[in-house]
Each structure stands twice: as C-alpha cells, then as structure tokens.
C-alpha cells in the first residue's frame, strides 16, 4: 500500500511539474499577430460600445437614433419614415456617408438607459434647450460624433425639414391620371378593369365593386400612379409589400398583377381578423389596414378593449384611430406602435364604402375580362402632375 501510494505522489508532482512546464513555455512563446478584417476590426477583440466614436459609425456605415414617437419625432406614414427630428437625423447620416437606424422607446428613462448601454449614437428628440443643436443629446464618451453634430447643424435646417415633411405630406400625393369613377353606367361598366375585379374578388370572396371603389381610392384607375412614399400601380402596392407578395418590382405597374397582389394582400389581411365573424366590419378593418397599417389598428382595438367598449365593431375602433394622433393615447402603454394620422385612415373607408354603395347597382358588362374598353380614351378627365392623396 505504500509502494502504491508513494508513486501516486510521485505521478502527481510529475503531472503538476510539466503543466508548469507547459505554461511557462505558453509565455515565453511570441504572440500570434493580431489578425485585421478588411473593414479594420481586430479578430478576437470586442468593441468597446462606449467609446464606438465617429471613425467606428463611419467604418460600421450606421447611425443608431434613438427616439419617441410623435408628429415631430417620429412616425411611419404610408411606408415611409417621417417626423421632423427624424428627417434631421437621417439628413446628418447622409452627410456622415452613412445609413440611419431608429429605434423607437417607449419613454425618456429608456432612451437614457440604452444610451448608457451603448445601444445607440444619439437621442434623436429634443431633451434639452440648445441652439447649438437641435436638443438632441450625444454620448459624452462621443467627442468626434458631437463634434460633428456641432459643425453640420444650423437652426434654420429645422424649419427648412419641418417645410419639406409639409410638402410631402400636403403636396406629394399620388402622381396619376384621373379618370371617370364610371366608365359607362348605362353599359354596366365601371372601369377597364372590371374583369379583373370580378376574376380575382372571386378568388377572395369580395364583391368585385368594392375591390373597384378601392382601386379607385387608391389610383383612380391609372396603372401608372405612383405616389411620393413609392406606392405604384392600380392598387398603390408599396415596393416592400410586392417583395412579400412576390409581385417583381418592373411589374407593379402591370394591371393584372397588381390587382393580383393587391387580392393576395386583402386575402392575407382578412385572415389576419379572423377574430372578427362579421363579414361587412371585417372588411372594413382590412381597408383600414390596408391603407393605414395593421399594427395601428390592432393598437386602436386594444383601446377600445380597454374602455370595455366592442373593439370588433370599425365604427368603435375609427374613433380610437382618430385618437392616436393624441399623446394621451398614442403614449398609452397599450399603443405599440406609437402615433398615427388616423383621420386619413377613417377618411379612407368612408369613401370607399360611399362609392361602393355607388357601384352596387352596377351588374357588370357579360363577358368582360379586363380588356381595355374603346371608350377608355374619351373618360379621361384633365391630367395634372401632383395632387394630394384623397385617402
């Protein structure tokens, strides 16, 4: 037994003598060269959040805003990113040469604390009084950013922004033709594409009128429509909605496959409310959808939920759509999708409701199936170049 145990000491202070053997070659042996990726980043070696100064946003090609929602800072209309402290932040990332994340918190106390993590360069909403800057606040481990904040702006870029969101919003509607909203009432015709609708409303279950009274909320049956925000065709079908449709972006303008889409998007949404039995209101929280954003209006039944009122009824949930342009609501920790221009939302499905009860006594020329009308030319009313969206 001692014999045993003496060379299992024996084994253990050799084992321990080569593993300090080893470490102590380890230390002695020269260092590996650091290995550099092509943008300048070292392998192996983390960043430093803190400290990721200008020279680092410029080498990563991103700004990370952090914001509120609101009608000044920021709010998503018809696709596109608007507010004017964010239209002024995305200005300065595109003098910097690079591209402007947002991330919207739901109040100031988390801004601050992200800002403390390092999980964004700047706090793009006016936190504090600064005619040096637009209020926004940059990390003071930033010098290089700040720097660069203080040279490029000047106050009079607020209300040149605060003009250019106006003329968006007011004087960059939809380019388009306008056409007659009936083709030819006695000949039961309410546009070329009759036989479309009637083709791919089937498919759907839809009245093929109402598909029509939207098309021409949307384009007043102009293939070509295209508005400032990048929606195209019959149906206005944003860029990224066809991508998610599989609709090609060189045929959003080709009237078959745009109001095939536009179908497929209806299908899609209706199905998105099928909480909703009532056929005639679910239809109207899809419009709704359509034009204004799915989120929103789940944001607006949640209000109305809330208030123990029917959030499956589009006349109870209009009015909490509405309100969505007031803090009070749009801040309310059941909104997640922050502020809304609701009005033009409402807007959108009374008229199309309105018209459709216009179309419903038209049966529908026999026989069609989208093939352009002769008389098509002759309805046309007067073209201009830009005019506000009705929607």
Avoid at 147 to 159: G, H, N
Avoid at 199 to 210: A, K, P, T
Avoid at 351 to 367: C, D, H, L, S
């Amino acid at each position: 037994m001692y014999f045993c145990s003496e060379n299992r000491r024996n084994v253990k202070v050799f084992g321990i003598f080569m593993l300090l053997f080893s470490m102590a070659a380890c230390s002695n042996r020269q260092s590996p060269a650091p290995v550099r990726t092509p943008w300048g980043d070292v392998l192996g070696q983390e960043t430093d959040t803190a400290s990721f100064d200008l020279d680092d946003i410029e080498r990563a090609g991103e700004l990370i805003a952090l914001t509120l929602s609101g009608p000044a800072s920021y709010y998503e209309y018809r696709g596109m990113q608007l507010g004017v402290h964010q239209l002024l932040c995305r200005r300065w990332a595109s003098s910097l040469g690079v591209r402007l994340r947002v991330e919207v918190c739901r109040d100031t106390a988390e801004m601050l604390r992200r800002m403390a993590a390092g999980e964004g360069d700047v706090i793009a909403f006016p936190l504090q009084r600064d005619t040096l800057t637009p209020g926004w606040m940059v990390d003071s481990l930033k010098p290089q950013l700040l720097e660069s904040l203080l040279r490029w702006y000047k106050p009079s870029l607020m209300a040149e922004v605060a003009a250019e969101e106006q003329r968006l919003l007011k004087g960059g509607g939809v380019k388009r033709r306008v056409f007659a909203p009936m083709l030819n009432r006695a000949g039961g015709v309410i546009s070329r594409y009759d036989g479309l609708f009637r083709q791919y409303s089937v498919e759907i279950g839809w009245d093929w009128r109402l598909m029509a009274a939207q098309c021409y909320q949307e384009s007043t049956f102009d293939p070509m429509a295209q508005s400032w925000a990048g929606a195209r065709g019959l149906m206005q079908i944003m860029p990224t909605t066809a991508d998610h449709l599989g609709l090609a972006r060189a045929d959003m303008t080709d009237p078959e496959k745009n109001i095939a889409a536009a179908a497929r998007y209806l299908h899609e949404l209706y199905h998105h409310f099928n909480d909703i039995s009532n056929v005639r209101e679910r239809q109207d929280f899809v419009l709704a959808s359509y034009n204004g954003g799915e989120s929103h209006i789940r944001d607006a039944m949640r209000l109305a939920e809330r208030d123990g009122l029917d959030a499956r009824r589009w006349s109870v949930v209009a009015a909490y759509v509405l309100r969505l342009s007031d803090p009070q609501y749009y801040q309310d920790p059941l909104v997640h999708h922050g502020y809304m221009r609701g009005a033009e939302t409402k807007d959108y499905v009374e008229r199309i409701r309105a018209r459709w009860m216009q179309y419903r006594g038209v049966k529908g020329a026999p026989g069609g199936s989208g093939t352009p009308h002769k008389s098509y030319r002759g309805q046309r009313k007067a073209k201009y170049t830009l005019r506000p969206s009705a929607q």
